[in-house]
C-alpha cells in the first residue's frame, strides 16, 4: 500500500472512530434523558397524590378526572414499551421511540430477545441507533399521517434477527455496485460504512431492500 493510500485509510478510519464515539453519545444522552423523566415522574408522585386528594376532599370530581387525564398522557410520554429481555437493546429502542414519537412518527416494534447476546453493547447500539436514525430522517419527509417505522427483532436458532422498515416519500432506489448510495451527506454514509463492517465483523448478514414507498434493512448477528 502506497503512503497516500495508508494516509487516505488512516484518515478514514479516524473519520470513522469520530463518527462513532459521537453517535454513541447521542444515544447515551437520549436514554439518560428518558430516565431523568422518569425519576422526575416518580419524584412528583406524592404531589400528584395530594393534589387528588385535595380534590376529592372537596368533591370535584371533575378536576379529578381531569387531572388524571393529564397525569396518563404525561406518563405516556416516558413509558417503556419495549421490554425485550435486553437492558441495552430496551433502552436504545425506547428512547428511540420516543423521539419518533415527538416527531410525529408512529412505531410498530415487536422485539423479543430471550438468550444473553454476545454481540457487545456497544456495537448494538451503533448498529440499531443508525437503523433508527436513517428510518426516522427517511419518514419526516412523509405527511405526518403517513409516517410509520416497523420494527421486528427476535433469535432465530443462534441468530439475532433485526427487521427495520420504514415508509418513504420517494420511488424505489437503483443501486451502483450493489449498494445504495446515499445522498444525506457526510455523517449519514459514514453511519452505513460502520454498520456494514460491524456486521462483516461479527460474520453476519445485511440487507437492503427499496421498493416505491418503502425501504428494508435486514440483518442477521450470530449470537455463539
Same mark, same amino acid.
Not at 11 to 19: D, G, N, P, R
Not at 63 to 70: G, R
Not at 104 to 131: F, Y
Given at each position: 500500500m502506497g503512503l497516500f493510500s495508508k494516509l487516505f485509510s488512516k484518515k478514514i478510519e479516524k473519520q470513522l472512530s469520530s463518527y462513532q464515539q459521537e453517535l454513541i453519545e447521542t444515544h447515551y444522552r437520549e436514554v439518560d434523558n428518558m430516565y431523568r423523566q422518569i425519576r422526575g415522574w416518580r419524584h412528583d408522585y406524592r404531589n400528584? &397524590?395530594?393534589?387528588?386528594?385535595?380534590?376529592?376532599?372537596?368533591? @370535584?370530581? @371533575?378536576? &379529578?378526572?381531569?387531572?388524571?387525564?393529564?397525569? @396518563?398522557?404525561?406518563?405516556?410520554? =416516558?413509558?417503556? =414499551? #419495549?421490554? %425485550?429481555?435486553?437492558?441495552? %437493546?430496551?433502552? &436504545?429502542?425506547?428512547?428511540? #421511540?420516543?423521539l419518533a414519537k415527538s416527531k410525529g412518527i408512529t412505531v410498530h416494534a415487536d422485539a423479543h430477545i430471550p438468550v444473553k447476546l454476545t454481540s457487545s453493547e456497544i456495537d448494538l447500539c451503533c448498529i440499531l441507533g443508525n437503523l433508527f436514525d436513517n428510518a426516522i430522517e427517511a419518514s419526516l419527509a412523509l405527511p405526518e399521517e403517513k409516517r410509520l417505522i416497523r420494527i421486528y427483532m427476535d433469535m432465530k436458532n443462534t441468530q439475532l434477527y433485526i427487521s427495520f422498515t420504514n415508509f418513504t416519500a420517494g420511488k424505489k432506489l437503483t443501486k451502483t455496485d450493489g449498494i445504495f448510495k446515499t445522498t444525506k451527506g457526510e455523517g449519514h454514509g459514514f453511519g452505513l460504512v460502520r454498520m456494514d463492517a460491524i456486521v462483516e465483523r461479527l460474520d453476519g448478514y445485511i440487507n437492503r431492500a427499496s421498493e416505491d414507498g418503502a425501504f428494508t434493512t435486514e440483518i442477521l448477528l450470530p449470537q455463539l
Amino acid at each position: 500500500m502506497g503512503l497516500f493510500s495508508k494516509l487516505f485509510s488512516k484518515k478514514i478510519e479516524k473519520q470513522l472512530s469520530s463518527y462513532q464515539q459521537e453517535l454513541i453519545e447521542t444515544h447515551y444522552r437520549e436514554v439518560d434523558n428518558m430516565y431523568r423523566q422518569i425519576r422526575g415522574w416518580r419524584h412528583d408522585y406524592r404531589n400528584h &397524590i395530594q393534589t387528588m386528594k385535595a380534590y376529592a376532599a372537596s368533591g @370535584d370530581w @371533575d378536576a &379529578i378526572c381531569h387531572y388524571l387525564d393529564l397525569l @396518563d398522557e404525561d406518563l405516556t410520554t =416516558v413509558d417503556t =414499551v #419495549i421490554k %425485550t429481555g435486553n437492558a441495552m %437493546t430496551d433502552a &436504545i429502542l425506547n428512547s428511540k #421511540i420516543s423521539l419518533a414519537k415527538s416527531k410525529g412518527i408512529t412505531v410498530h416494534a415487536d422485539a423479543h430477545i430471550p438468550v444473553k447476546l454476545t454481540s457487545s453493547e456497544i456495537d448494538l447500539c451503533c448498529i440499531l441507533g443508525n437503523l433508527f436514525d436513517n428510518a426516522i430522517e427517511a419518514s419526516l419527509a412523509l405527511p405526518e399521517e403517513k409516517r410509520l417505522i416497523r420494527i421486528y427483532m427476535d433469535m432465530k436458532n443462534t441468530q439475532l434477527y433485526i427487521s427495520f422498515t420504514n415508509f418513504t416519500a420517494g420511488k424505489k432506489l437503483t443501486k451502483t455496485d450493489g449498494i445504495f448510495k446515499t445522498t444525506k451527506g457526510e455523517g449519514h454514509g459514514f453511519g452505513l460504512v460502520r454498520m456494514d463492517a460491524i456486521v462483516e465483523r461479527l460474520d453476519g448478514y445485511i440487507n437492503r431492500a427499496s421498493e416505491d414507498g418503502a425501504f428494508t434493512t435486514e440483518i442477521l448477528l450470530p449470537q455463539l
